[in-house]
């Protein structure tokens, strides 16, 4: 790496749900930020900081690889880069600096409202469509139960009433839009939140040193909004 390699760079997400939030959290912290909406890249002013603004599935690669130091991404997509990383022989390193107080939700498999559902056992045999195949895929292997999984990386909650699979596995918040789809949720296959990693092999003194200026004011933070 050539360009501003001694400054620390962390990896958001441009636009999205946890955008605003992580972007605030820093803010909090006393970085500067200069933000020009388009930009790949926003320098901060004060610290020896770049933010590198990205769609939050290459968050976790980017860390990973070492490409980006710090990382701010929800647990679903880390927990999911991660499976399929080790499955393709990838590596998969990092270190959770910091479980954040923003992202909340949870993976769950859903189906139609008027199905008589009773256990995990009901799945068997049946199509689920979903944007986590990998998560999904642990927690069937876990209760010993075969399906198919169709991969959708959006609309996702459509699937069923169009034919497309019998049920979803997808994030879930407050549960409207479930329900608005005449869905409804059977199993919590995995609850996240928003995290602070860290690439494994970072060794620059100057960067360690920053990181270690940044993480009591990221708790200091936390413990304010508590
Ligand atoms: O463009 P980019 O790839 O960066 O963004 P994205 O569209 O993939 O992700 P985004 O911004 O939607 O979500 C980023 C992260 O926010 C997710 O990976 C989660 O960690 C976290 N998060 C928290 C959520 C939700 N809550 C959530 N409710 N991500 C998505 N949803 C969606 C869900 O997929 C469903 O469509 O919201 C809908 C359900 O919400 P309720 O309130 O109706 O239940
Ligand atoms: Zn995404």
């Known amino acids: 790496m050539t360009v501003n390699s001694n400054r620390l760079r962390i990896a958001i997400q441009k636009s999205g749900r946890l955008s605003q939030d992580s972007q605030a959290l820093l803010t909090s912290c006393g970085l500067k930020i200069n933000l020009r909406e388009q930009r ?3 320098h901060v002013e004060n610290m020896d900081i770049d933010l590198l603004r990205v769609r939050d599935d290459d968050i976790p690669g980017l860390v990973m690889d070492g490409v980006c130091d ?3 991404v929800g647990e679903n997509v880390l927990e999911e880069v991660s499976l399929q990383r080790q499955m393709d022989n990838e590596t998969y390193d990092y270190t959770v600096l910091a479980r954040l107080d923003f992202g909340g939700c949870r993976l769950s498999i859903a189906v139609p409202q008027e199905e008589d559902y009773k256990s995990v056992k009901d799945l068997e045999g049946r199509t689920i469509a979903t944007t986590y195949p990998r998560l999904l895929n642990r927690y069937l292997k876990q209760n010993g139960v075969n399906c198919r999984i169709v991969n959708l990386k ?3 909650e459509v699937a069923p009433r169009a ?3 019998d049920a979803i596995c997808d994030l879930v918040s407050t549960g409207a839009t479930l329900e608005a789809n005449g ?3 059977v199993e919590v296959i995995y609850r996240s939140k928003a995290v602070l990693i860290q690439r494994r092999d970072l060794a620059d003194e ?4 920053l990181i270690k ?3 009591p004011r990221i708790q200091g933070v936390m413990q304010a909004n508590e």
Not at 206 to 209: F, G, R, S, V, Y
């Open 40 to 42: 790949l890249i926003a």
């Open 70 to 72: 710090l990382g701010f």
């Open 154 to 156: 959006g609309s996702v």
């Open 163 to 165: 034919g497309l699979a």
């Open 183 to 185: 869905l409804k949720e």
């Open 206 to 209: 100057k960067q360690l040193k």
């Open 213 to 215: 200026k940044l993480m």
